[in-house]
Structures are given as C-alpha cells and as structure tokens.
C-alpha cells in the first residue's frame, strides 16, 4: 500500500500563487502515476491534473483554464502542483492519488488526506 502525503495548502488571496507537493510516505513515487483532485465544500470531486509515471502524458480539468501546472522531479520522488490565478472557487480540499503504472483515468487506487486551499477575495 502506499501512503500519500500532501502538503502546501493554505489561505491565499484571489490572484495569487500556491504550490501543492505530493509524496508517498516512506517510499518513492517512482513507477507510479499522479493525480490532483479538488472537491469543493458541498461538490463532488473534480479532476484537477495527472501525470504519467515517466513524466508525460500531462492532462488537466476543465476547470484549470490554463492556470495550474502540474510536473514530478524524478530525482526528488515528489509530484508538484503550481496553481496560480487562484480565486475563490478554487477553494477546496485538494488531493492526491497515485495509480501504479497507468491503466486508466479512473483507476487512481491510492489517495492521500488532501491539503486546504483556501482563495479569499
């Protein structure tokens, strides 16, 4: 089993930049694939991001809109998820999954805790 931690969450104003990392607790990340999930209060989880194993095969959600990125430093084992142009309904609980290998967009089968993101006007 493999134990996922996210950290980098907090309260930011609308506009403005925040940096999400995603780890796998007393193992690396390498060999698996990673994906960002938001679930806003009161919504259904929505995909954010994901990235292949190997570092390609970049996909992101509807609504990102062009303002997140996400990437993995194979040497670190960590998965990175830059958000900038945050506003406030990005608000939410963010998390992160892992699949080993990839077998399919909705077989993410590990998930971390997730991390608060916050966006005040």
């Known amino acids: 089993q493999v134990q996922l931690v996210e950290v980098g969450g907090g309260a930011v104003q609308a506009g403005g930049s925040l940096r999400l990392s995603c780890a796998a607790s007393g193992r690396s990340l390498s060999g698996y694939s990673i994906g960002w999930f938001h679930q806003a209060p009161g919504k259904e989880r929505e995909f954010v991001a994901s990235?292949?194993?190997?570092?390609?095969?970049?996909r992101y959600g509807d609504f990102v809109e062009g303002r997140f990125t996400i990437s993995r430093d194979n040497d670190n084992k960590l998965v990175t998820l830059t958000m900038n142009s945050l506003k406030s309904e990005d608000t939410g609980v963010y998390l992160c999954?892992?699949?080993?290998?990839?077998?399919?967009?909705?077989?993410?089968?590990?998930w971390g805790q997730g991390t608060q993101v916050t966006v005040s006007s």
């Open positions: 999954a892992a699949q080993f290998g990839y077998t399919g967009p909705n077989n993410f089968r590990y």
């Open positions: 990235v292949l194993w190997n570092g390609g095969g970049i």
